[in-house]
């Protein structure tokens, strides 16, 4: 099957003009005939379920979180770019596309990445309406910061807390539309299903995390908002429930999954404590415009970090890529860390972390000003390492941070499967194969506020009308009896390990094979294990307790299951992907120790298709089109 | 292990909303002082699990102060003994071995338990949806740089603004009031001139219907802001008690 991208032609900076002006449009009295589920309230569900809600659609809309405000976006921290060029420093839309193209080696489509830069001003303009309390100068005008991987000041920020502030703008935008009842809201339900009949997306199934009760919601559109799959290593930045299940059974009934293995390593996370650690805390790449990289000249080096003079210091970073020095992007700054402490620089009590150190920012800056800053990132730090890094360097250690892979979507954001449309980290469609900083939280909200109304009312105007599937329909019953067969097998099984126990194992699997450095030898390793892990986890899994209420270890169960299934299907996309580019590295390929792209056979982007959870799946392949740049091996020297 | 320690823990069990609670004693194994609270609820849990005991319900996401799931009562004390840290973010280093800590849900009225440790703050949503935004919609927004806002009064609003929801303003508040949380959106949106246009209905609104959930009223014992994880200043306060008696008494509708 040849997928159809439905990118249009033309001059690249016109596309998205032309594309909306085509578009179908339904009259706002219609509007409310339509009836639209969107999952997912983070910055792309509460975006997109705003701005439908506003336009006058039935906009129904799900979250398994207790409120629309805790999805994980509120945890991102350094910032959303924009090309306003406020800075005067030679930023544009051009820039801005070429900077993310080539961030993410050339694996993104071309149309899409503009759009997205396109629309990155517009959305700061939203922000800032909203009440988006943005660091400013003292004429009151937007103050700006550096992301790695650009040489521009493009970064828009709140402190160190740019995602909350954000997402506290979309969700008072979305609580907005359900007071005026324009979108109905539904805390504390997970998705377990999609409802697809004729092959198009008709509705969800849902679990009542709170009675347990298991129904269908039926509609003419489905939105997926689900955010990203990192955790799936289970150490990793995300939050602890952030998960693959939305994505991964709309894949099991038909929809593609794009690039599984591309996959984000965050340099500077905070070290690895003890065997009972459950989660890692980033701190924020901003914090490389002031903090500098190095590790110990000496291999075994155990002074302390104050104590160890600058000559016997290397800057690795610095040395290697002086025009970016510490602002590298971050698959090659992680993948810099490591090489250093495999040949045995590392720092930290397990020899895997380097130094993230602040002495020159602050004897020239003053900490005052570093602590307005990047106060709350330093207070974090102290707070789990017990150390303080104004007084000595920040001990710091890669990490899963962001996913670029997720389901296949159609410049329209629609997946293979009509109806169902997929929106933010969920979809795989802008980063190509490394995400720069400040790039995701454009994204998501690019997706919901300015690309999904138009493409979505576009989809609906073909549906004038009909009605939703009637929820009593054979597909309906059969969905949701899949739920409720699934959620037996969780209470019947006889073992005596916790889910997540399971999920730990699956990590480390992942980590040392399908992380930062992969081989061919590994993945096929790590494809036996997780096979095997599987197995193992219906022989001596234990849910506890039944479904008939609030039950925590039936939803992490669900969750679980759902990552060993689809971290297998990670490791066969690292396999088949015989190339380096961005944050897959295949050991075999590599010039200098940089990323060896192989264009002549790969630049497509892999569409994977389900064909039963014991065969081999299908990939396709989204043959990627260069007109405007030319592909070059990446340089950050 | 050098940083092992010992724990007593009393935690209140509760099976739904309507069953009665009782304080549970347990010891759990193999602790260490760089673990969290909630790290030491999950080895106590597995722990559990594998001896076919009912876990214990208790919420959470994040882990790093964000996001504002998590909250328990830690000896009385919301988010426990220390001053700007979510539960989440507290270690057990801050413990000495042998210590004994009770672990209580948020008790409030507002706020009913549902399990356990987990409690129902949808009562903060509604609180939001009665006022706490400015009305623009998508398209609408002028150049972001037409709006020019001092520094400093964009840094004083993102002070209110930090905060995350949590509810501990209310659970450590002897009468349950939510005036930290109702002030901090409130203040925050005021300040920025974005937000004047509905600033009296945003404060009438977000007060009536805090009220209406039946949070308790304020009488300034200040309990709020010393357990406040984001220390949000008690002069949000004052200031929407300012605000609400300039709404009572501009007759605009
Ligand atoms: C620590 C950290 C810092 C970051 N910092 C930055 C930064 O500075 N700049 C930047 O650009 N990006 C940053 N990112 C990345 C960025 O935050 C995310 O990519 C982005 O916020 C994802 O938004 P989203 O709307 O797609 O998904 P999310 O915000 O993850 O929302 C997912 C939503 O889906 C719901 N959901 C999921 N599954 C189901 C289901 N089965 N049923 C019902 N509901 C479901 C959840 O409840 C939630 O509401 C950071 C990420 C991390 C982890
Ligand atoms: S004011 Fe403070 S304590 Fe109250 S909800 Fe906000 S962050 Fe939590
Ligand atoms: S778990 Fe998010 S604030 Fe504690």
């Avoid at chain 1, 849910?543 to 969750?559: I, M, T």
Wanted: charged share 25%; proline share 4%; aromatic share 8%.
């Amino acid at each position: 099957m040849i997928l159809d991208p439905r990118t249009p032609s033309g001059p690249l900076d016109q596309r998205w003009a032309k594309a909306k002006e085509e578009m179908r449009l339904v009259g706002p009295i219609n509007r409310r005939k339509f009836k639209v589920i969107i999952v997912g309230t983070g910055l792309a569900g509460a975006s997109a379920a705003a701005s439908l809600g506003q336009q006058g659609y039935d906009v129904h809309c799900f979250t398994f979180h207790d409120s629309p405000r805790r999805a994980h976006s509120i945890a991102a921290q350094g910032g959303i770019n924009a090309a306003k060029n406020y800075q005067n420093d030679g930023d544009s839309t051009w820039r801005l596309f070429y900077d993310t193209i080539k961030g993410g080696d050339f694996r993104a489509r071309e149309s899409n990445v503009y759009r997205l830069a396109q629309n990155s001003a517009n959305i700061i303009d939203q922000c800032v309406a909203q009440g988006v309390p943005f660091a400013r100068e003292y004429g009151g005008t937007l103050a700006n910061r550096t992301f790695g991987g650009v040489l521009v000041s493009r970064t828009f920020y709140a402190r160190g807390q740019t995602g909350q502030q954000l997402l506290l703008g979309a969700y008072s935008s979305l609580m907005r539309e359900v007071h005026e009842q324009r979108v109905k809201l539904y805390t504390r339900h997970e998705m377990h299903d999609l409802i697809v009949k004729d092959g198009v997306a008709q509705g969800i199934v849902t679990r009542n995390l709170m009675t347990g009760e298991v129904e269908a919601h039926t509609a003419h559109a489905v939105l997926l908002c689900t955010g990203g799959y990192t955790n799936v290593y289970y150490l990793s930045t995300t939050a602890m429930a952030s998960n693959v299940s939305a994505t991964w059974r709309a894949y099991k009934r038909g929809a593609y999954f794009g690039n599984p293995c591309y996959v984000q390593i965050h340099p500077t996370c905070i070290p690895v404590s003890g065997h009972y650690q459950s989660k890692l805390t980033l701190m924020s790449e901003s914090l490389r415009n002031v903090g500098r990289i190095w590790v110990p000249r000496t291999p075994g080096d155990k002074r302390h970090p104050n104590d160890i003079p600058e000559a016997e210091r290397i800057y690795f970073l610095e040395e290697r890529y002086p025009t970016y020095s510490n602002m590298v992007p971050r698959d090659v700054a992680s993948r810099n860390c490591k090489e250093y402490c495999d040949k045995g620089h590392g720092v930290g009590a397990s020899g895997d972390s380097v130094y993230l150190d602040f002495r020159e920012a602050i004897a020239k800056e003053g900490e005052p000003t570093i602590r307005s800053k990047y106060g709350n990132l330093f207070d974090m730090y102290h707070k789990i390492m017990g150390e303080d890094p104004y007084k000595q360097p920040m001990k710091i250690y890669p990490g899963p941070h962001y996913v670029m892979g997720g389901l296949w979507v159609d410049y329209h954001l629609m997946s293979n499967i009509p109806g169902l449309f997929v929106l933010g980290e969920a979809n795989f469609s802008d980063h190509g194969a490394n995400r720069l900083g400040a790039s995701a939280l454009m994204q998501g909200l690019s997706d919901g506020y300015f690309v999904a109304p138009y493409t979505v009312s576009n989809y609906l105007a073909n549906k004038m009308n009909t009605q939703p599937l009637s929820a009593s329909d054979d597909v309906c019953k059969e969905a949701i009896d899949n739920t409720r067969n699934l959620i037996d097998r969780f209470l019947k099984a006889k073992g005596n390990q916790s889910s997540e126990s399971f999920h730990r194992r699956l990590g480390k699997i992942l980590f040392d094979k399908v992380g930062i450095s992969r081989t061919k030898q590994g993945l096929q390793e790590a494809i036996t294990e997780i096979q095997a892990l599987r197995e193992d986890f219906w022989n001596n899994v234990r849910v506890p307790g039944d479904a008939s209420y609030v039950n925590q270890e039936l939803e992490k169960a669900g969750r679980i299951i759902d990552f060993i299934e689809f971290g297998e299907l990670m490791a066969r996309d690292a396999l088949h992907r015989e190339e380096s580019c961005g944050g897959h590295f295949r050991a075999e390929h590599q010039i200098d120790g940089e990323a060896k792209r192989d264009d002549d056979n790969f630049a497509y982007a892999a569409a994977w298709q389900f064909n039963g959870l014991d065969k081999e799946p299908t990939v396709h392949k989204d043959e990627l089109k260069f007109e405007s740049v030319k592909l070059t091996q990446r340089s950050y020297k | 292990m050098s940083n092992s320690i010992k724990l007593t823990l009393n935690i209140w069990r509760q099976a739904n909303r309507h069953a009665k609670g009782r304080f549970e004693t347990y010891q759990p194994k193999d602790l260490s002082t760089d673990m969290s609270i909630l790290e030491m609820l999950d080895s106590l849990n597995d722990e559990m699990i594998a001896a076919g005991k009912e876990p214990i319900t208790f919420e959470h996401d994040c882990r790093e102060g964000i996001c504002g799931t998590c909250g328990i009562m830690i000896n009385g004390m919301a988010h426990g003994p220390d001053r700007g840290t979510t539960t989440c973010q507290l270690y057990l280093r801050r413990f000495k071995d042998g210590d004994t800590l009770v672990l209580e849900p948020w008790r409030a009225k507002a706020f009913p338990v549902i399990k356990d440790l987990l409690v129902d703050r949808s009562a903060f949503d509604r609180i939001q949806m009665a006022g706490g935004y400015i009305s623009v919609n998508v398209g609408n927004a002028p150049e972001a740089n037409s709006i020019l806002i001092p520094k400093d009064v964009a840094l004083e609003a993102f002070d209110a603004a930090v905060c995350i929801g949590c509810g501990a303003c209310v659970a450590a508040c002897k009468n349950a009031s939510a005036m930290l949380f109702v002030s901090a959106k409130v203040g925050h949106l005021s300040l920025m001139p974005q937000g004047h246009p509905e600033r009296h209905d945003r404060a009438l609104n977000m007060i009536a219907q805090m009220d209406a959930e039946g949070f308790g009223s304020c009488t300034n014992t200040l309990e709020c802001s010393a357990a406040c994880p984001k220390e949000i200043s008690p002069k949000w306060i004052q200031r929407l008690n300012g605000e609400y008696i300039q709404a009572a008494t501009v007759t605009r509708r």
